[in-house]
């Protein structure tokens, strides 16, 4: 969603790295970009609509200004024209904001800046800070920055320049916001994704504080204004491997990745012991088990539960982040709440994940970005080690979420006195893109037909769902998955020759009735193709089979999801979409 970067440089030309660096979050998405610069007490603005590149050709990158502010929006509050991309200046001209989240008490705000006579020039909600920052002129800036954020309701991440001052403002609450220096600069940025060429450490600000950060010093204040330590992370392999390579497209790019991924992954929970502390005193007391997240997140947490309720025998159950919070959870300490996340910054996740510790629950977090919100608050990280994920469409790091809650669940069967389910190091052996030239043919007939289908039983069901949302998502093309069983209950109604059905068949015990499900289908006209790694008897009726490599069936949906990656991302190609960023999405929902 939106980005924020803020530069303070000792020399000249700082237009030319902001911009650089403002485009490491375009994989963020956004719709609009606009900077700040300062000198002599003077603001100079630019903005524009679409691309970066349009507001790089408003700039001269030999400017001679030291310091500046920049953001990309993802239009909330308001309509995506210029008035409402950031920065926004106070009416007095002598601040400027840059602002993730979102302000929701901003229409009672809007009245009291009225009865102070300021009038807001754009229509969104950032726009009062700056506002608010200009009233009461005699109090220290930092203090009356205290004092405005705790006017605020919501979720932000603030960057603010003074006409005044070298030196640059920030505050967060629900949103993250990172702090880099060298002897030569200050930048701060809400992903630490812009620090990997200059920078060997960088700092997290807290959530609920607030700083001032200029050349030299970083001084971080509490909400009491009480100073705060922090520390410093270093910039790893994490921030720096996201490079396109060979590929075209991200997308291209991180499917193909799955393998290697999944590889690393095993050999990093052989080499350290990230069960350590999920022992059996910790679970001692564990009743049930909650997993939850959002979209691909909440597909795996889907597919942990079935995994846990199978192999550990424990209750388990999987939430939808948005709807967890507003269930009236019956949580407590005897819950364990698993919560799964790419970015670990969704937004959703991280208030479900703030309402679990009230509650008393504990907490594991299954996150990619190690330095995540979602990763430092919870008791436990286990990680994704998938690498930077660009492209919008999760894919390595659903593949690698299924592996670490098999593991996960294996470990957990493990406690309860269990010998393993599975060798999960089977995984190493398997061929992941088996017949993958042939999705081309797919894709072709996904074209051709007017309604799309994904049906399964169990582990597979899930799989539909992950392939359905895949190809929605990137090709905008509107289609269903349901349970095969669920069929004959309403949607069957919806079958005939226009359709094409993909039935997902990975568990041998569920086959015949998978196949008793496509031949319901084949009788209304549907066409069928069967995506399998089972022997099927040959005289069954299907109009295509495709074969994924053959895996015991308890790991079968770590690879059943591959082809649907690829065929959404084949399909998004044809139809000339872009398939790293499709319209309306962006990368990490910060907001609810
Ligand atoms: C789908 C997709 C989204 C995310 C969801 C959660 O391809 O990317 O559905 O899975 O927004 O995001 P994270 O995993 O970052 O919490």
New binding site residues.
């Given amino acids: 969603m939106c980005g924020i970067i803020g530069y303070l440089s000792t020399s000249p030309g700082v237009s030319k790295k902001i911009i650089h660096n403002l485009k490491k979050l375009e994989y963020r998405g956004y719709d609009s970009s606009g900077i700040c610069l300062l000198k002599n007490d003077k603001f100079f603005v630019k903005k524009s609509i679409g691309e970066i590149k349009n507001l790089q050709k408003k700039l001269n990158f030999n400017d001679d200004y030291t310091c500046g502010i920049a953001h990309t929006r993802w239009a909330t509050h308001g309509k995506v024209n210029l008035k409402n991309t950031h920065p926004h200046l106070s009416q007095d001209k002598t601040w400027a904001v840059v602002h993730n989240g979102i302000i929701e008490n901003f229409l009672e705000l809007t009245e009291y800046l009225k009865s102070q006579n300021i009038s807001l020039s754009s229509e969104t909600d950032s726009e009062i800070i700056p506002q608010l920052m200009s009233i009461n002129k005699n109090i220290d800036n930092i203090e009356k920055l205290r004092n405005v954020t705790c006017m605020l309701r919501g979720s932000y991440a603030i960057c603010l320049l003074h006409k005044n001052e070298q030196a640059i403002y920030i505050a967060r609450r629900h949103s993250p916001l990172y702090i880099a220096q060298n002897k030569n600069s200050t930048m701060i940025s809400s992903d630490p994704v812009t620090f990997g060429e200059d920078y060997e450490y960088y700092y997290a600000l807290p959530d609920d504080c607030l700083a001032k950060v200029d050349l030299k010093d970083i001084s971080v204040y509490d909400s009491n204004l009480k100073k705060v330590n922090i520390k410093p992370c270093e910039v790893g392999s994490f921030e720096k491997s996201a490079e396109l390579g060979k590929y075209p497209y991200y997308a291209e790019k991180e499917i193909n990745e799955i393998p290697k991924i999944i590889d690393g992954l095993m050999l990093n929970y052989n080499n350290v012991d990230h069960f350590k502390n999920i022992d059996k005193e910790f679970i001692k007391n564990i009743k049930k088990i909650k997993l939850i997240?959002?979209?691909?997140?909440?597909h795996a947490c889907f597919m942990g539960a079935k995994f846990i309720q199978k192999d550990a025998e424990i209750e388990a159950h999987a939430e939808i982040a948005s709807e967890f919070r507003y269930s009236n959870p019956l949580i407590d300490q005897e819950t364990l709440c698993i919560f799964?996340?790419?970015?670990?910054?969704?937004a959703d996740?991280l208030l479900s994940l703030e309402l679990a510790k009230k509650m008393g629950a504990k907490t594991i977090a299954i996150v990619n970005v190690p330095y995540s919100s979602i990763a430092r608050e919870s008791d436990i990280v286990l990680p994704l080690c998938a690498g930077m994920e660009i492209a919008?469409?999760?894919t390595k790091?659903y593949n690698a979420m299924l592996v670490v809650l098999k593991l996960l669940s294996e470990h957990l069967r493990k406690l309860n006195g269990k010998p393993m389910n599975v060798d999960i190091s089977e995984l190493q052996n398997v061929d992941y893109f088996k017949n993958i030239d042939k999705i081309d043919e797919i894709t072709d007939l996904v074209l051709k037909h007017e309604k799309i289908f994904f049906i399964g039983r169990a582990e597979d069901y899930v799989t539909a769902l992950e392939a359905g949302?895949?190809l929605k998502?990137i090709t905008y093309i509107n289609c269903i998955s349901i349970p095969s069983g669920e069929l004959k209950h309403g949607t069957l109604s919806l079958v005939d020759m226009k359709s094409l059905v993909f039935v997902i068949a990975t568990d041998q015990t569920l086959l015949a009735k998978n196949l008793s499900s496509a031949s319901e289908i084949k009788a209304r006209g549907g066409k069928i193709i069967l995506v399998t790694n089972l022997d099927v008897p040959c005289d069954m009726d299907i109009d295509y089979i495709y074969k994924f490599d053959k895996i015991d069936s308890s790991l079968s949906s770590i690879l059943s999801v591959i082809p649907f990656q690829m065929l959404s991302y084949k399909t998004c190609v044809k139809l000339g979409y872009s398939p790293d960023k499709p319209r309306n999405l962006a990368?990490?929902?910060t907001v609810e």
């Fill in positions: 997240g959002c979209g691909t997140a909440y799964l996340s790419q970015s670990g910054e969704t996740t919008v469409m999760s790091a949302l895949k998502e990368k990490s929902v």
